[in-house]
Nanobody, 122 residues
Framework: VQLQASGGGLVQAGGSLRVSCAAS????????MGWFRQVPGKEREFVAA????????YYRDSVEGRFTISRDIVKNTVYLQMNSLKAEDTAVYYC????????????????WGQGTEVTVSS
């Protein structure tokens, strides 16, 4: 499975941004798609996830109500719509594909994209 993340950029606090993750290859072998983020010197942290079938979604508390994860099964693409962005959302965002739950742990994911940088200016 190959993952291609895109859509990062620079945005002012309070603004919105959408990042995308296009999956290719043996995508039928995956069960859940997730977004994680990482800043220098810190561990990669869970942001949101969604299951391919059923579309069940999961969010970290600090983004609940501001971020929305969705998927397009036909396009094999997962989106993360980020609204009301804050400076603390600044990070490199990585998409990942996994075959099991729980969705919040990196060990559930077998495949990772290259990351897309999101910078929120205050």
């Amino acid at each position: 499975v190959q993952l291609q993340a895109s859509g990062g950029g620079l945005v002012q606090a309070g603004g919105s941004l959408r990042v995308s993750c296009a999956a290719s290859g043996r995508t039928f072998s995956t069960y859940v798609m997730g977004w994680f983020r990482q800043v220098p010197g810190k561990e990669r942290e869970f942001v949101a996830a969604i299951t391919w079938t059923g579309g069940r979604s999961y969010y970290r508390d600090s983004v609940e109500g501001r971020f929305t994860i969705s998927r397009d099964i036909v396009k094999n693409t997962v989106y993360l719509q980020m609204n009301s962005l804050k400076a603390e959302d600044t990070a490199v965002y990585y998409c990942a594909a996994g075959t099991k739950l729980p969705a919040v742990t990196t060990t559930s994911y077998n495949y990772w994209g290259q990351g897309t940088e999101v910078t929120v200016s205050s």
